[in-house]
């Protein structure tokens, strides 16, 4: 090899180390005694490896991108395909007709929401209700620095949710929470209008049924200073639906 030559692959090695050509991990869990089917979006960014999979009871799978990334993960439950092919779920569907999706959920849904960072910096995430809830989901962690901590929503809103705002299954068992912003879509629930500050769009006693059930979840649109959550250095993540 030429000195020229070696000099240009040591330089596009060194492009490559410092331009953040690494993958980030998603290990995606089902620990609900029932299959679900997870789906994914991303909002800016590299393509996430998969937009959409069935996991059975106890089963897991991993998704890879290379960051930046930016988007959501979710799923989607009481999913079935009719006689023409067409696959549909009782929650969380994104309505693309198939096991992989093309659009975010339809909620009522509960979101994990991140932010990847390029080069090991430093990523943002956090568990959304503010579309509602379907399942309980955590998000831990593997590897990093700065204080990394797994965030948890363990409770069930299903089992505490109000008639207004439920969402019944073909046996009449509740399957999903609507948010009060979804099922009333007024300004003092959506955080709009005269209430598009946090001052005047505090928490409300629908909300509160939300954070009651995931202390550690978004709650509704201005509920940043508990709900957000930092990691750095490269970590990978664990999700986990009903941890």
């Given at each position: 090899?030429?000195?020229?030559?070696?000099h240009?692959f040591?330089?596009?090695?060194?492009?490559?180390f410092?331009?953040?050509v690494?993958?980030v991990?998603?290990?995606?869990?089902?620990n609900?005694?029932?299959?679900i089917?997870?789906?994914t979006?991303t909002?800016?960014?590299?393509p996430?490896?998969?937009t959409?999979?069935?996991?059975?009871?106890g089963?897991?799978?991993t998704?890879?991108?290379?960051?930046?990334?930016?988007?959501?993960?979710?799923?989607?439950?009481?999913?079935?395909?009719?006689?023409?092919?067409?696959f549909?779920?009782?929650?969380?569907d994104c309505?693309?007709?198939?096991?992989?999706?093309?659009a975010?959920?339809i909620?009522?849904?509960?979101?994990?929401?991140?932010?990847i960072?390029?080069?090991?910096g430093q990523?943002?995430?956090d568990?959304s209700?503010?579309?509602g809830?379907?399942?309980?989901?955590?998000?831990v962690?593997?590897g990093?620095s700065?204080?990394?901590?797994?965030?948890t929503c363990?409770?069930?809103v299903?089992?505490?949710c109000?008639?207004?705002?439920s969402?019944?299954?073909q046996?009449?068992?509740?399957i999903a929470?609507?948010?009060a912003?979804l099922?009333?879509?007024?300004?003092?629930?959506?955080?709009?209008g005269d209430?598009?500050q946090?001052?005047?769009?505090?928490?409300?006693?629908?909300?509160?049924?939300f954070?009651?059930?995931?202390?550690?979840?978004y709650?509704?649109a201005y509920?940043?200073?508990?709900?957000?959550?930092?990691c750095?250095?490269?970590?990978?993540?664990?999700?986990t639906?009903?941890?």
């Open positions: 090899m030429a000195v020229s030559q070696v240009l040591r330089l596009s090695f060194v492009i490559l410092f331009s953040g690494y993958s991990n998603f290990s995606v869990k089902n609900c005694p029932f299959p089917w997870p789906g979006l909002g800016s960014g590299n996430l490896s998969t959409g999979f069935e996991l059975t009871s089963s897991a799978t998704a890879t991108v290379s960051p930046p990334w930016s988007g959501r993960f979710w799923a989607r439950t009481q999913c079935s395909t009719d006689a023409s092919g067409k549909s779920c009782g929650t969380a309505a693309s007709g198939q096991v992989t999706c093309r975010g959920a909620p009522p849904a509960s979101l994990v929401e991140f932010t960072a390029q080069n090991g990523d943002f995430f568990i209700l503010v579309d809830f379907n399942l309980p989901v955590s998000v962690p593997i990093g700065g204080g990394c901590a797994a965030v363990a409770g069930n299903n089992t505490v109000p008639p207004e705002l969402v019944k299954g046996d009449g068992a509740v929470c609507k948010s912003c099922a009333f879509n007024t300004p003092e629930f959506c955080c709009s209430h598009n946090p001052q005047t769009c505090p928490p409300t006693k629908y909300s509160m049924i954070k009651n059930q995931c202390p550690q979840a709650s509704y509920d940043d200073k508990t709900s957000t959550f930092t750095s250095g490269g970590a990978d993540y664990a999700i639906f009903c941890p």
